[in-house]
């Protein structure tokens, strides 16, 4: 479907808005360059959403929060894409449920590329009208940031998808493969500690969501962090030491969990623990690189089968913040964890790195308004923070003061474990 | 993808097999003239299978069944067609779960239309050198007759898909409409009864399945059979009399079923009782067409409000086979129940006829040898026997000993009422 | 809780109805005698009902259908009742469902003994007042009859019941243990067949059901039956020979069962194949006893792998009715099937036959008016008819046009095989 | 089955642990003093336990840790307990399902009496043998509050129970109803804030829990709170004010919750919203009394609506820290929420209080050594932390530090809601 062959990932603080939206819009297409018509369709599970859905829903984003209230005789492009292609926003409408997006071959990758165009050009119009107005550019920047976390779910769940195809078709079957090296060394390093303050102070110098602010003090107790990301090679001395069969390092919830849907390995491994599924199709396992596809409860349970245990929210926040954000991100094109080089903190990128943090709103905390208050403030419940973006999340997506979140069950996104420990 | 523009169905005695084998394959694919990639991909729910795998499965029979026992040195299209596009055949090895086979965007519709062509061709090469061995073409035979179900599988489960669609896309945006007619008159006619042969002799003059053999006597009692099928005018005034309300009305697992699948009118209409769901796209209820999309329960509760019966399979083939093969065919192009014309008996075409006998093995019922032994044999528990075919069905498949069999609870295939009463 | 030492089953032909209904409903409370007040309350599956039930359903029966209509100035003993007691007559009014009669603690079980009192002193005045009345009879005797269902249920359900608890306590742990016996010879022997005239006629002479009617004529083709039951040591030989694990003797939905659920053995075998749970607790197995608590999946396995087929329900009704009903009855007290004896054929008692023809209306078959017309024909679709009484069917409940059926997964009833084949 | 008349609540700092630990044994049975055998057997929904699983497992408690480890010779009752009333201790060794423990009627209450004498007197002797043995010491008072624990849980569930009956039977027919009282002001108090210590020393002064452990430092933002409970009249506003059927007001997990489940009112509510069920059957709604039976949920909506939010668990404990533990607990004898006197602050009692902290470890927490590690720290996720005690909480149990914890989506404890602002 992308024809394109340049490199559309390239951020420069002077980038304008119009242009800075062509590239993030443009660079969705570049992800799907390898698919065919059919693979936009499949929906594998209940969380995993259709190519196809992807791209009309982040569409449909703008559409709906940036042209709608804002485009002078802006024309839908079709009424009922407003139902077909919202995700979750109850106050905007009714909308088609979640695990039925699988059910749908229209409208066609053709009709949606179409959907795009129409929006763009539209967008690309009112930013050329009202470019300087701080509100719109803040809805055209948030719904940036909406389309850089869809690239990652695009890909995670066409990933998925492939994987439950016996025929273990690649999504990107030229993906360069990760440099392979040595095992670097793992220490415990110290941490930054006492009363500190933590999140975004949102003054709108740069963009960040509504739930990394407001910026607030926290007691952050004395403990030391891993200097990088636990390999596939310990994960593997864990399942050898009988880790999956320990009821004793399992959370009650993680233990009937793995019991109930019979899972003694990461995700994508294959049975014999020497390969898993890639973006490039199976491949050998490479020890050295970060174990993925993990979820909170096996993140835990190796914590405690290592004497350690996974970081908080603060603490992981405070060791990188100080940090430039770089690392094994999306474009390195990779699309799948690197082992470590000598001293990297593997901090940014690889994988999304489970906290110990229930997801929950900093004090003081306000959603946004209307609407796009249904954006964060309201999965605020049940789920885990998780921090550090993965090796499909966009650099400049990417911060300290990020929080993204999953349920302690999912394992489908790539999400790995960096150790703690108290001091 | 079909591009043929002649008419693709035309049955005669004189064809050849050859002339059979190639008319009945394209036909296959000109059913699927008006179909987008993304179309061929999708399973709305576990009885429905995508078009792309009913192309793939009817090939891989052929490849299975004829050709590697029969063409010397035939090479399989690729090994792992015989896991992924084996229906049931459990003695032939083991296969994709069904439920999962919308999980596959590939091999794409390109790759498996260049499997049916691979196939295709050493078919025919087949024939061309050992056309005269009889074995050899009941198996070609028994193929095409296995394709001809699948055609009509594939209209059925794509309508389904497309009904899930809230667009509401049509199959064949083209397809004539029926012809609009006033209502015939319904009498009761008196049925053929005492001790008779029913069943196929099988003696290999002409196909047969094994599920039709061996012919034999039973005793049929004195009875007349409604001279057309039920209307859709006449069920709803079942709805309106408040059928699906009356406890009495219902077998006991029916009424379990309408209420906890909030049954309370056919699969396709609408919520106003006003329209239905087609080939092509909702349109406005024919009140005199026959009655479509049905389950066995509804059937049956429908005969006990109109102080009637549904036949039983003997009572309707003994009415049947004096009758020629002719009707509201898949050849009329309608694929859609058509009213009657005055007289017309409609006991071929429109819908398939429920019948009050449930599917079982005629007494001395042999299975064919082999793992062919399982098409038809293993379904007899539990399935009703239904008669006639219906307007998807090709007519030089349909005959008055066809036996075709679905669960109670099955209403996606064109499933309709004729009443019976003793006499 | 009974604490009768009497034996309370004896039946006479010039026993009075008066007679006979004391007799029947204090055989219902001598089946309880060694249960605890705990044992009455527990379901353990949706087919099982609490002992506790069982004793008030029937109770209500009377109730509902005799004492209410036909009682001048009658009281119901509680209104709640018909809510709580009534099974499944929609047309009598809404009920408790059915999967939670088992939530209910209250009424207890002295509440529901002085519930059966209150009714059997005013059945017992209804009696004395027009015991005369054909009708009022019928309705007593209908009564009486479905009280004998229920014994029956009774025991096999608080069998279940008690087998889920691990400390597998006995229902009666002074029930005697049946005879042990050689392995008597099985032939087949050729049976009744042409047009034969099958079913009760329903003249008023005898109690029979609705669903034995009308008497009517089927052809029936040359056969042989198996003379005895199949047994345990045989249906061990068919495991061993791995009859589990091979697709081609199984029918789809059997095949589909036996892995879904993962049977491999009749239900209450223990793992090592040698002992069953009985009504006496755990038992070492009696290989030449039949083999009992198999679905119609497995009895139909077990046919085709002896090259042999289930018999017909006329098949069997033929030789059974020139037999006297005699056997392993409930009044035996092992309440467990026997080694036959020499020369014993088994039609009545030990466990009921799983035949090969769905539970149907008989031509012309009309059901009882009102209410009870859903007695029987509503379940009249999916279900297989058993026949002959099991060792837990009253002697004078069973007859050889008596029809009961079970779905085809059903196991909980003694449930057997005897064998035939086409002549 | 208790027929102790004494009031036998009632604690004393001088109490021996022998009296103490005859005290609390006996209170259990006198909370069952109504019950009748039946009432011990059912389980309602998987959370919900047999009243008498709840007495033998609070029993096999005492023997297991207590017991076998320490006391000579002792013999155990029965070797099958150790599998029947384990509840979750996996590194104890196998146990029976949860969800299954409603399929036992044996063994019987009788038995389950004897079990506990028989452990009762093996307590009292090992406390005259060892008595003054501070580790002995501390796992009989773990015990202890164990057994308060399930007294609180056996109320709850038997009051499930009875409310699934449509009898609607009552638990304690001869509860003192709790006072009327005109409706207390509600305000916003302010709290403690900056730098704060919480949670307990475990000093081992008095006892407590390894959850509340350690003590540590947490910085508090500036807050108030509710001077009194949510009253069910105001409850009665949110539902009248449509607060169901609004989305924005719900997490998105409620939101999804309360759909699929129906949920429109409090679990125990009638649909006329005028009465609700309590453990003396059925009883007008009290509108000053404390909302009880709302899921987390709807705490947070309620919150939400009321422009106001929930606390955290610092908060709560910082305001009910220099409070004494009083109010309506179980010795009350009410086992209903009540309305607050004037100036009351509900704090203990009443109902437990949703607090908007996840259940989490504190920082430096570790686990108890052995098996018991796995009392609290293994459901340190998914789960929300209340506070403060029910109506049903024995006094001598509840302190400012105690933490308990339920799902989000728990309805059947005591659960209620307290408001929180921001300053």
Chains 1, 2, 3, 4 share one sequence.
Not at 353 to 365: L, V
Request: hydrophobic share 35%.
């Amino acid at each position: 479907m992308a024809t394109s062959e340049e490199v559309v990932f390239d951020d420069t603080a002077s980038e304008s808005l119009s242009a800075r939206f062509q590239r993030v819009r443009s660079s969705t297409i570049y992800l799907c360059r390898s698919l065919k018509p059919e693979d936009f369709v499949v929906q594998s599970m209940p969380d995993v959403s259709p190519t196809k859905w992807h791209l009309a829903h982040v569409t449909w984003f703008f559409e709906h929060f940036v042209l709608e209230p804002n485009l002078p005789h802006y024309k839908v492009f079709r009424e009922e894409f407003n139902y077909l292609f919202n995700s979750y926003y109850y106050s905007v409408g009714p909308m088609h449920l979640r695990p039925q997006r699988g059910l749908l071959s229209r409208p066609s990758v053709t009709t949606i590329t179409d959907y795009r165009e129409h929006v763009d050009n539209a967008v690309l119009k009112l930013l050329a009208l009202k470019g300087d107005d701080p509100q719109l550019a803040f809805l055209i920047e948030l719904g940036l940031n909406h389309e850089n976390q869809h690239q990652e779910l695009l890909l995670t769940d066409i990933k998925h998808v492939f994987s439950c195809n016996p025929l273990k078709p690649a999504v990107n079957p030229e993906a360069p493969q990760p440099p392979v090296r040595s095992l670097a060394e793992h220490r415990f390093v110290d941490g930054v500690s006492g009363l500190q303050r933590v999140g975004a102070d949102g003054n709108g110098d740069s963009f960040v969501f509504d739930n990394e602010t407001p910026q607030h003090e926290t007691h952050v107790y004395p403990h030391r962090l891993g200097s990088r990301l636990i390999t596939n090679g310990e994960y593997l001395q864990f399942i050898e030491d009988g880790g999956y069969k320990n009821a004793q390092l399992w959370l009650s919830d993680g233990w009937a969990t793995i019991n109930e849907r019979n899972w003694g390995r990461p995700l994508y491994w294959n049975q014999d623990l020497d390969a898993e599924f890639t973006i490039a199709g199976e491949q050998v396992l490479d020890v050295n690189a970060p174990v993925a596809h993990v979820s909170y409860y096996e993140a835990d349970a190796f914590a405690r089968w290592a004497d350690a245990r996974l970081p908080t929210e603060s603490e992981w926040e405070l060791a990188a913040r100080e940090k430039p954000v770089a690392g094994n991100l999306a474009e390195a094109d990779y699309w799948q964890p690197a082992a470590a080089a000598k001293d990297q903190h593997q901090l940014y990128g690889d994988v999304w790195e489970w906290t110990s943090s229930s997801y929950a709103p900093y004090p003081g905390f306000k959603p946004l308004d209307g609407s796009l208050g249904e954006y964060n403030g309201k999965f605020m419940c049940s789920q885990m923070s998780v921090r550090g973006g993965s090796c499909v999340s966009a650099t400049d997506h990417i911060r300290a003061t990020y929080r993204s979140f999953f349920y302690p069950d999912a394992r489908w996104q790539y999400l790995g474990i960096r150790l703690a420990k108290d001091a």
